[in-house]
T-cell receptor, first 115, second 112 residues
């Protein structure tokens, strides 16, 4: 079974630009979560989608948005990039989410650098 | 407000000895806890979990202990191996929630 894939793996943008990151979950998984990892803050929850519905959202500004498609693939978008948005963005999929997170699988992440 | 805390950023242990990684939480609603391991340039991988109705869960060399009254959990690795060198994240959620709250991680170095 193929794992979680994220594209692109690396991205360099400048302040003020916007960026879209993509995540393809494991086949059959319907829950996709996004996390931001920075050295100072660790992994911080961005949002979680299940069957195209956002079920939970972390404490991030409205510049961070996401969506999920009918095939469970998910995208997240960051508009008006700031230097502080430089981070590793991780996507994770699981069958149902919630307490099935013991079967949550992470992708390798997208390394975003904002100059 | 950091609800899950890993107060030791790093830990060094000799190969063959026990590694103990600690995690504290403040939110009483959390009732499910997980540990993840992360190697550089890879996403975290699930290691072991524990429900709040238990105080211990064991899987091979890995054991997680939960002390609900102290809001504390720990991961024991016995014996430690060089391949265990990684960053370990503690995470928590409550039933009906779809949001995992992570600690900032502890970097474990197992010295041969």
């Amino acid at each position: 079974k193929a794992g979680v894939t994220q594209t692109p793996r690396y991205l360099i943008k400048t302040r003020g630009q916007q960026v879209t990151l993509s995540c393809s979950p494991i086949s059959g998984h319907r829950s996709v979560s996004w996390y931001q990892q920075t050295p100072g803050q660790g992994l911080q929850f961005l949002f979680e989608y299940f069957s195209e519905t956002q079920r939970n959202k972390g404490n991030f500004p409205g510049r961070f948005s996401g969506r999920q498609f009918s095939n469970s693939r998910s995208e997240m978008n960051v508009s008006t990039l700031e230097l502080g948005d430089s981070a590793l963005y991780l996507c994770a999929s699981s069958a149902q989410g919630g307490v099935s997170y013991n079967e949550q699988f992470f992708g390798p992440g997208t390394r975003l650098t904002v100059l | 407000d950091q609800q899950v805390k890993q107060n030791s950023p790093s830990l060094s242990v000799q190969e063959g000895r026990i590694s103990i990684l600690n995690c504290d939480y403040t939110n009483s609603m959390f009732d499910y806890f997980l540990w993840y391991k992360k190697y550089p340039a890879e996403g975290p991988t699930f290691l072991i979990s524990i429900s709040s109705i238990k105080d211990k869960n064991e899987d091979g060399r890995f054991t997680v202990f939960l002390n609900k009254s102290a809001k504390h959990l720990s991961l024991h690795i016995v014996p430690s191996q060089p391949g265990d060198s990684a960053v370990y994240f503690c995470a928590a959620l409550w039933a009906g929630s779809y949001q995992l709250t992570f600690g900032k991680g502890t970097k474990l170095s197992v010295i041969p």
